[in-house]
């Protein structure tokens, strides 16, 4: 299928681009409140302190001396969630040589691209609780697609079982969120999560995984941004309701350590395999944002 972009559908293509930064920061904003709602409802004996809020900082792409775009990015570190980020990002400008070659259409489009998208990582304090990652995006160089997922990391061995109950609906949510969409296909999409978040050198998943896709362009942009709007609103919709299914739990200091030594596998899969962390750097993106990704406490046996 050709997909290029003609001179003709321009400003379609703006009024696309539009709707999807919107999109992209109404999902931040309603994620923010969720989370904001799941600190508020928790306290003593478990959670301790005053409930946390997101605090958003804008920045912006380059020296400031053109306009590249930029986000804003929203941290959160509190008494549930010991460290949570919800980002945002609208950035254009020209990829390096080296790394154009790797971009779909970038070398009929002397390398320019624009992006956007939303970005979530969550550490909660407690081990009962998964730590969960999201993203979506929107890319165009002479070509336009989409990609995202969502997965889910439990980090105690027990609940890494895929029919654990939190396991069982994370991924119903996701496959519902597919069946929906004739241009997906949740098995393919679970697949290739299980493939992508793979950790190589320990050959050990990261976690339980959900679903990945890359490079969506059915030629009906409509469709496609309806899934991906299906993928944010399906962790909007399970992934706090299984933060209060398990934030009641006491947890031992024994799960508290496997917790953290989980942890130093996310780390090392993000600095080793992640191309989300890959393409901020190569594209001169918020150093800060792109390695919030990275969890406040952590350990390695």
């Not at 390096?96 to 939303?118: C, L, N, R, T």
């Not at 895929?162 to 994370?170: E, G, L, N, T």
């Not at 989980?262 to 594209?283: A, I």
Request: glycine letters at 10%.
């Amino acid at each position: 299928m050709d997909t290029t972009i003609s001179s003709a559908g321009n400003e379609a293509l703006e009024q696309q681009k539009t709707r999807a930064y919107a999109w992209f920061r109404q999902l931040q904003d309603e994620l923010i409140q969720r989370l904001e709602a799941i600190e508020d409802a928790a306290g003593p004996p478990l959670f301790h302190g005053q409930a946390g809020r997101f605090e958003k900082k804008d920045w912006k792409r380059g020296d400031g001396s053109e306009d590249l775009g930029g986000g804003t990015m929203a941290v959160l570190r509190g008494r549930v969630f010991e460290k949570a980020g919800v980002h945002v990002s609208c950035v254009h400008g020209s990829f390096s040589e080296a790394f154009a070659a790797q971009i779909p259409g970038a070398d009929k489009s002397a390398g320019q691209f624009w992006a956007s998208g939303v970005s979530v990582i969550i550490h909660p304090r407690s081990p009962r609780i998964p730590a969960a990652h999201m993203n979506t995006r929107m890319l165009v160089t002479s070509d336009c697609w989409f990609g995202g997922g969502g997965d889910l990391t439990p980090v105690l061995d027990y609940q890494r079982r895929q029919d654990f109950p939190d396991a069982i609906d994370f991924h119903a949510a996701y496959e519902k969120a597919c069946d929906g969409h004739a241009q997906t296909d949740y098995a393919q999409f679970k697949k290739q999560c299980d493939e992508y978040f793979h950790l190589a050198h320990r050959d050990e998943p990261r976690g339980i995984g959900g679903i990945f896709y890359d490079r969506l362009n059915s030629g009906d942009w409509a469709a496609d941004m309806a899934f991906t709007e299906d993928v944010g609103k399906a962790f909007l919709d399970v992934y706090p309701e299984l933060a209060r299914r398990r934030m009641a739990e006491s947890w031992s200091d024994a799960e508290r350590d496997e917790q953290l030594i989980r942890r130093g596998r996310y780390v090392e899969f993000n600095l080793l395999y992640d191309r989300g962390t890959t393409f901020g750097l190569k594209t001169g993106g918020n150093i800060e944002s792109i390695l919030s990704s990275m969890p406040p406490v952590v350990k390695w046996p």
